[in-house]
Every structure is written in structure tokens, then in C-alpha cells.
């Protein structure tokens, strides 16, 4: 697969003007699924989701990334450095990003919509995962088992049932999790932290599902129903 950058056509004719400024803004084109970036270095790590080719390598875990940034991000995991704190409950992460998604527990702020449904979310990531329950669209699949998922990440946490790796660990007890968001969980035990707080009572938890859960005391809601058969 050569790597140089096509340039959509600019006297493509398109009948909406506004589609046709959007066109002319994206000049870069994948010519496998056709898919058009801003700039051509984008294209290029673009391309690698077709090649699967990853360049960039951990020397310490041999783990390969599409990008360096990535690596980056994932050294972390073995250095524990984590430069991000919240200034409100103090917890620390190794991304900016990962502190701006976690500081909306505190606020409740939900920025992200789901034009289908109208449910929304604190993290755009999660927008789009949600959008695949719409379409149905599952793209990485497991060459082991054959099961499918809606996020790469899914499919990784996957493979690990098969291959056993736990590469999460806990710095007070040593204890380590094939996902890290199990670790997350995990850390609230020693830590105490609980960041869902029920906006009735006031009671918190450690999970988001442990206070939709509660919720339903208030609410009388019950969704789970039984079918009751008499003899």
C-alpha cells in the first residue's frame, strides 16, 4: 500500500455548497474506504487501520502503537507517572484528558448528545460506542474465538481472557486486572472515594451502576420483570 497522500479533486461537482466547503476542507483521501482528513499526516495514521501496520514500540512490555503519541500514553502505565491532579477530590492520571472527563463526575456536566435517541454523555468516546447500538456496526473481531465488538479497546480487554495478561496493577496491594477501568474500581477500596452521589439523599458510591441502582429506591422504577405463570 503506498503512503502518498491523494487530494480529493477540487472542481468535484457537489450540489450543496455547504457539502462541497466541507469536501474542500478535508483534501486528503483514503482510497480504501474513502474516508477525508484536514491534513495529510492524518491520513497516513489513517491508513494504518487498514495496513495494521504499528511502529511504534514499547521496549519494556514489546506492546506496538499506530502512533508515538500513544506510546507515549501507554509508558506511563509501566512508569506510574501521572501528572494530572483533581483539584477537587486530588486524583491523579496520566492524561489531560482522562482529568477533563473525570472532573464531569464532580459537575454532572454531559456535553456529548446522541442525535438518535437524545441520551448523553461525558465523553465523546462513549457518544460514539452508544451510536453502534443504533447501527448495530460491531468493526474489531477476535481471530481466536471469532466474537465481535464495538471498540477496539473491548477486543483487547478480550484477547486477554485467552492469553491471561494482566498488565494493571494495583500500587497498594499488587493485585492486577486485565482492564483498567476494573483497576479504577479496584482503587476505591483503598482509597474511599466515592464519586457518584445521589442528588435525593445524598448517599454516594463508589459506581455509576450502584447509583442507578439506589435511584430506583426513590423512583419506584423497576425494570427488571418477572413472568409469573398460574397453574
Request: proline content about 3%; some cysteine.
Amino acid at each position: 500500500m503506498g503512503n502518498r497522500c491523494q487530494i480529493v479533486d477540487s472542481v468535484i461537482a457537489v450540489g450543496d455548497l455547504t457539502q462541497r466547503n466541507y469536501i474542500l476542507k478535508k483534501p486528503f483521501h483514503c482510497d480504501i474506504c474513502g474516508k477525508s482528513f484536514v491534513e495529510c499526516q492524518k491520513l497516513t495514521l489513517h491508513k494504518r487501520i487498514h495496513s495494521e501496520e504499528k511502529p511504534y514500540h514499547c521496549d519494556i512490555c514489546g506492546k506496538s502503537f499506530f502512533e508515538n503519541s500513544a506510546l507515549t500514553k501507554h509508558r506511563r502505565i509501566h512508569t506510574g507517572e501521572k501528572r494530572y491532579h483533581c483539584d477537587i477530590c486530588g486524583k491523579s492520571f496520566t492524561e489531560n484528558s482522562s482529568l477533563t472527563t473525570h472532573k464531569r463526575i464532580h459537575t454532572g456536566e454531559r456535553p456529548f448528545h446522541c442525535n438518535i435517541c437524545g441520551k448523553t454523555f461525558s465523553n465523546c468516546s462513549h457518544l460514539t460506542v452508544h451510536k453502534r447500538i443504533h447501527t448495530g456496526e460491531k468493526l474489531y473481531h477476535c481471530d481466536i474465538c471469532e466474537k465481535s465488538f464495538t471498540l477496539r479497546s473491548s477486543l483487547t480487554s478480550h484477547k486477554r481472557l485467552h492469553s491471561g495478561e494482566r498488565p494493571y496493577h494495583c500500587d497498594v496491594c499488587g493485585k492486577s486486572f486485565n482492564k483498567s477501568n476494573t483497576l479504577t474500581k479496584h482503587e476505591r477500596i483503598h482509597t474511599g472515594e466515592k464519586p457518584y452521589h445521589c442528588d435525593i439523599c445524598g448517599k454516594s458510591f463508589t459506581e455509576n451502576c450502584s447509583l442507578t441502582t439506589h435511584t430506583r429506591i426513590h423512583t419506584g422504577e423497576k425494570p427488571y420483570h418477572t413472568n409469573r405463570f398460574i397453574a
